[in-house]
Each structure stands twice: as structure tokens, then as C-alpha cells.
């Protein structure tokens, strides 16, 4: 009886000795998974100061982002980072989803409406959305202001009421002070709310629970407040003289413009400083992997947001984790936004699911190199359907599916019959130097795809102008089905080569590329199913 005991005895110490180190590990290995601070800028280009380039002049070079580049600084900055498509709502839907955007359902317009979806299978709603699994694997999860689809935790009781932090928009709230008492005033609101927004994610969670926290901020986006850039942060519009992409004019108006973006951008700065000094207060900031990035590039200004050229596709990219990312380091592989999913679950120890497109760059992350890592990462595909819903008569999309590699960006446009930014509708009333200022702060009347702007106004007041018709020909008017343009010799991306013979070799292996891309994922458009129900309904206005 007595050995009899003695066996039982031995083998629930056993058991219980298993359960204590099984235990045990999981806490080590929860200790080990960081918090992630995943902080995404809504229209924010690649622009802070960390990317100027003595040898390049920049608009980089009039900005001075000193929290921007800490984590750069501290971490790494990935030169060639690329939206799958420059338009908010996809390409949120392809972040949140892994998955090109044109394979999201509803979320592969900007407004894509659910309701049209009513008898049809919508992936939207059914694909595993990753910052969901995140969560699911035992991350304590939040989000605020403008981010994307995924279901947060549940707030303790005591924190409800607080979940919801006043926020403004730095610009638009500060920039409309009436004096400089109260400009501090609404300045010290800003940082106090930003403050708060990372506070309520540390003191929510439960104790030593890892977090995951989307911050998307939305200052950047139209409007601003006229002038705001000079009079808020002493950006000069002149300063930026020589500055501006070639296929703009480069004229005080639209430095204008660009100066009051620039603020923002800055706005942008201070806003991510304040939640890094309360991570750093907390103990918390060397075991959170802050990712910064944006969904595409600067809004209102020809070629910027909705295209497939640079200006709106090219997006900062910086990661800052020093307990397992090498510092100081510049990497040249392309990374699309797309694979920031699989990156994230892989870094937080969670399954990827097979279904994702994007692959991660975790393997960037963590090695000690500088340049190019891995050389198959050497293009991204982006593309384009629908942005404002009635840009052109039926509601129809204006479709490009475009491949970007080190030395070439090719762009094709499936239907060059339509205007690529939307018809100019009743533009050519509009005549009056005032009337079209006004007309900035508006999509509409013209060309609705392109943000209200004061560039746009400029334009749009000048396009019959000598010296300003070309420009605004290349940048509003219909398009050829294919666009071929050499980085190197080109950068603004003003020459198109695709008739020239002499590249011929080129554009056909980058169009093949493309059309691979195409047919392994089904893309909708080989078939110009988007074009109808249920992604646009031509009934309605």
C-alpha cells in the first residue's frame, strides 16, 4: 500500500511540476512578446526629415522630425516602402487583411457599400482580419481615430467612460486660435490628448498583458487651415522653390499648399513624441515595437493620392524595437503595406493564415545588414479601381494595375477612354479666380477625384495659361493604356516611354509581371467585374 502511495505521490508531483513549468514558460514567453505601437498616418507621404538626402533636394530637406527619426535613428528606415493602392479605404481593407486590395469585396472601393452586397459572397466581412488574431493569441488590442478592421478588447469597467479621448485635428483646431493665449491653450489640449490616448492603453491593460495599439492619426488630411504651415511652424512657402515635384508648378501658391501639409506632418512629430515620452516613462518603450507608416501619399495635388506614381504611392516606413532590431540601419527591399499582417504575427508568435498575399519582412527587421537583404524583394504591385464614387458618369471606376522595381515604375490603365482623376463636369464655368479658391475646400465641382485643394484651384484657374496647359494636360487629362517610365534618368516621372521601341523588352517583362500577379489572385478586373454590381451600381447618382 505504502509503494502504492508513494507511486500516486510521485507522479502528481510530476504533474504538478509539469503544469508549474509549462506555466512558467508561457509566462517567460508572454514576458518575451513585445507591445506593438502601430502608429498610422492617414495621407501621410514619405516625408521627415530622417529621408533627406544631401545629394537629392528635397522637400525633406525644409522639415526637422526629430521623433520620426529617433525611431529610424534607433531602429530602421526602409527606403522603398509602397501602398498596394493610394486611396484610403482599400488600402486599409488590404493592410488589415493581408490581401490585394481588389480581392477585399467592398473594401476595394472607398466607399464600397455593403448593402450592394445583399446576395453576394462580400471577403470583406468573412477574411481573417490580422490585428483580430493578434488579439486572439493574447494581445491586449486598442485602436483610435482613423485605423482599420479589427475587433479591440473589451474595456475594463472602470475605463469605459474615459475610452473616448477629445481629439483634434492640430491644424484645423490650432491654426483657428484667436490669439496666441489661446493657440498655447489648444496646443497644450493636443499633447494632454495624446498623452491620454497611450495612458488609457498602458493602465487598461491587464497587468503584463503585451499590447497592441493603432494609433491613426488624421491631421494630415484635407483641410487645413490656410497658411497654417508658416504661421504655426515657420514654414516658409518660398523655401520650398525648386522643391516641388517637376510636373507641378512650381508657383507660391502651390508651396502654399505643400507648406501647410509639411505642418501637418510636423503636427504629426509632436503628436508621436508625446506618446514615446509616456512609454519611456512607464518603462515601457524598449519592449514596444513602434511602427510608423502612412496610407499613401499627400492628397489634393495632381499624381499625389489615387494615382500610381510615386508622389502617391511612395510611404514612410520606420520600425524601432531595440531588444530585437538591429540599429541605425537603412534597407533598400521593397515592402508593401499589405505585408505589414504577416510581418506583425510573425514578431508577435502568431500563426500568418495561408490565404494572406503579403509576405513579412520580419526577416528585414531582424538582420544586422544595411541595403538589400534579400534581392527577390525587388518590386511591389499597386493598383487603383474606385475612389469618389461619382467621378464620371455610371460611377465608374478608373482601373491601373501598376509593377514598381528599383529602375522602372509601368502603369496600365485598362480604361484610358476615361479621365483619370473624373470628368471635368461643369469645370469650364468655373472662370473666376475667386470662385475657384473657394472651390478648394470642395471635391466638387470637377475632377472629383482629386481632393479640394488650393493646388487644384490654382490649376484648374490657370489651365489655359501658356506654360501651365502642359502641365495640366499631363496631370488631368486622359491617359495612354500604358505607361513606361526609367527611374533613373527620370525620377519625376515625366517621360513616357511606352511607344519607344528601344524599351520594349522592358515593358513587356514588366507587363507580364503584372498579368501574373493578376491571374494567380483572380483579380476581378481581367474580367471587368468591377465595373458592375456588386461593387458599382450605375443606377444610382
Not at 498583458?209 to 488630411?221: A, D, K, L
Not at 497658411?227 to 502654399?256: C, N, T, Y
Not at 495635388?301 to 510615386?310: A, E, I, L, S
Request: charged content about 25%; overall charge neutral.
Amino acid at each position: 500500500m505504502e509503494i502504492m502511495m508513494q507511486i500516486q505521490f510521485n507522479r502528481r508531483l510530476k504533474a504538478l511540476l509539469l503544469i508549474f513549468l509549462v506555466a512558467g514558460s508561457l509566462a517567460q514567453a508572454e514576458e518575451r512578446r513585445p507591445n506593438i505601437l502601430f502608429f498610422f498616418a492617414d495621407d501621410w507621404g514619405r516625408y521627415a526629415s530622417i529621408y533627406a538626402n544631401a545629394d537629392k533636394p528635397s522637400l525633406n530637406d525644409v522639415i526637422s522630425t526629430p521623433n520620426i527619426d529617433r525611431i529610424g535613428r534607433e531602429g530602421v528606415v526602409f527606403e522603398n516602402a509602397f501602398v498596394p493602392v493610394a486611396s484610403c479605404g482599400p488600402c486599409r481593407a488590404s493592410l488589415a487583411t493581408g490581401r490585394y486590395f481588389w480581392n477585399c469585396g467592398s473594401g476595394a472601393f472607398l466607399n464600397g457599400r455593403a448593402s450592394d452586397w445583399k446576395g453576394h459572397d462580400n471577403p470583406m466581412q468573412s477574411l481573417p482580419k490580422f490585428g483580430d488574431l493578434i488579439r486572439e493569441s493574447g494581445y491586449y488590442a486598442q485602436k483610435s481615430v482613423k485605423t482599420f478592421a479589427f475587433n479591440p478588447s473589451p474595456l475594463p469597467k472602470a475605463m469605459r467612460a474615459q475610452a473616448k479621448v477629445g481629439y483634434e485635428r492640430y491644424g484645423l483646431y490650432v491654426g483657428e486660435a484667436k490669439d496666441q493665449a489661446e493657440r498655447k491653450k489648444r496646443h497644450d489640449e493636443i499633447v494632454e490628448n495624446c498623452r491620454q490616448e497611450i495612458q488609457r492603453v498602458l493602465t487598461s491593460r491587464p497587468k503584463k498583458q503585451p499590447f497592441f495599439f493603432v494609433f491613426g492619426s488624421i491631421n494630415i488630411h484635407r483641410p487645413y487651415t490656410p497658411d497654417s504651415g508658416k504661421d504655426l511652424w515657420g514654414i516658409e512657402p518660398d523655401a520650398l522653390q525648386g522643391l516641388l515635384p517637376k510636373f507641378l508648378p512650381d508657383a507660391h501658391d502651390v508651396r502654399r499648399d505643400f507648406s501647410d501639409y509639411l505642418g501637418e506632418v510636423l503636427a504629426l512629430d509632436l503628436m508621436l513624441g508625446t506618446m514615446l515620452e509616456e512609454l519611456e516613462a512607464s518603462g515601457e518603450l524598449d519592449n514596444t515595437v513602434v511602427v510608423l507608416s502612412g496610407d499613401h501619399g499627400i492628397p489634393g495635388v495632381p499624381r499625389g493620392k489615387t494615382n500610381c506614381y510615386d508622389l502617391a504611392t511612395r510611404v514612410p516606413l520606420l520600425v524601432r524595437w531595440p531588444k530585437g532590431i538591429p540599429s541605425g540601419r537603412r534597407v533598400e527591399d521593397f515592402v508593401s503595406v499589405m505585408d505589414m499582417g504577416p510581418t506583425l504575427l510573425e514578431l508577435s508568435e502568431t500563426k500568418v493564415p495561408a490565404a494572406m498575399d503579403g509576405r513579412s519582412f520580419l526577416p528585414q527587421l531582424t538582420s544586422e545588414k544595411s541595403g538589400w537583404i534579400d534581392p527577390g524583394r525587388n518590386s511591389v504591385i499597386i493598383g487603383r479601381e474606385l475612389h469618389f464614387h461619382n467621378a464620371r458618369p455610371g460611377n465608374v471606376p478608373y482601373p491601373m494595375r501598376a509593377i514598381r522595381t528599383k529602375d522602372h515604375l509601368y502603369i496600365r490603365n485598362f480604361k484610358p477612354e476615361r479621365w483619370p482623376m473624373g470628368d471635368p463636369y461643369d469645370a469650364a464655368k468655373l472662370t473666376e479666380r475667386e470662385a475657384l479658391y473657394k472651390m478648394g475646400l470642395a471635391t466638387k465641382p470637377a475632377y472629383r477625384d482629386l481632393d479640394g485643394s488650393l493646388t487644384k484651384a490654382w490649376m484648374m484657374s490657370r489651365r489655359e495659361e501658356p506654360g501651365d496647359t502642359e502641365l495640366f494636360h499631363q496631370t488631368m487629362h486622359p491617359r495612354p493604356s500604358q505607361e513606361l517610365y526609367d527611374l533613373k534618368n527620370d525620377p519625376d516621372q515625366l517621360v513616357n516611354l511606352a511607344a519607344n521601341p528601344e524599351h520594349a523588352t522592358v515593358l513587356t517583362t514588366l507587363r507580364g509581371r503584372v498579368d501574373k500577379v493578376m491571374n494567380a489572385t483572380s483579380d476581378p478586373r481581367m474580367k471587368d467585374a468591377f465595373d458592375r454590381l456588386p461593387w458599382v451600381d450605375s443606377t444610382k447618382p
